[in-house]
T-cell receptor, first 114, second 113 residues
Framework: DAGVTQSPTHLIKTRGQHVTLRCSPI?????VSWYQQVLGQGPQFIFQYYEKEERGRGNFPDRFSARQFPNYSSELNVNALLLGDSALYLC?????????????FGSGTRLTVV | SQKIEQNSEALNIQEGKTATLTCNYTNYSPAYLQWYRQDPGRGPVFLLL?????KEKRKERLKVTFDTTLKQSLFHITASQPADSATYLC????????????FGTGTRLKVLA
């Protein structure tokens, strides 16, 4: 079985642009969460979706938005990119929305804003 | 304020020794706590989960303890190997049902051959 897949793996954008990151969860997993990891820090929670509904939102500005599709894949959108948005964006899937069985993470999308 | 702290400095140990990593938290009452391994440029990999009513959990050479009174979890790797070199992250749910997992900054472990 394929793990959590994220695309693209790397991305370079200019300040002010928009970006869309994509995630396909493990087959059968209905919960998808997005995290931002800045170099040297732990992942920071952005969003969680379960059955296409937003179940949690972290302390990120409205420039960040996400959605989950009927096949449980997900997109993270970031508008008006800032230099500080440069980070590794991680998608994690779980069969249990409370994640009491642990996340399975993808390898991430490395976003560089110049 | 709410915090989750791990040893910020790298931990270097000799092969074969036991590595012990610490995760301390304040102002949270987590129902469970998780440990992950992260290699450079990769996503974290789930290792172990321990619930608030469990004192200790083991998986092969890994052992996790959870002391809700001290608000601390210890992560042990026995008979450490160079392949265990990585960053180890602890994560907790701040309050059951919020779905907002909080991660520590991680401790970088280097096992020397």
């Amino acid at each position: 079985d394929a793990g959590v897949t994220q695309s693209p793996t790397h991305l370079i954008k200019t300040r002010g642009q928009h970006v869309t990151l994509r995630c396909s969860p493990i087959s059968g997993h209905k919960s998808v969460s997005w995290y931002q990891q800045v170099l040297g820090q732990g992942p920071q929670f952005i969003f969680q979706y379960y059955e296409k509904e937003e179940r949690g939102r972290g302390n990120f500005p409205d420039r960040f938005s996400a959605r989950q599709f009927p096949n449980y894949s997900s997109e993270l959108n970031v508008n008006a990119l800032l230099l500080g948005d440069s980070a590794l964006y991680l998608c994690a899937s779980s069969s249990d929305p409370s994640q009491s069985y642990g996340y399975t993470f993808g390898s991430g999308t490395r976003l560089t804003v110049v | 304020s709410q915090k989750i702290e791990q040893n910020s400095e790298a931990l270097n140990i000799q092969e074969g020794k036991t590595a012990t990593l610490t995760c301390n938290y304040t102002n949270y009452s987590p129902a469970y706590l998780q440990w992950y391994r992260q290699d450079p440029g990769r996503g974290p990999v789930f290792l172990l989960l321990i619930r608030e009513n469990e004192k200790e959990k083991r998986k092969e050479r890994l052992k996790v303890t959870f002391d809700t009174t001290l608000k601390q979890s210890l992560f042990h790797i026995t008979a450490s190997q160079p392949a265990d070199s990585a960053t180890y992250l602890c994560a907790l749910d701040p309050t059951s049902g919020t779905y907002k997992y909080i991660f520590g900054t991680g401790t970088r472990l280097k096992v020397l051959a």
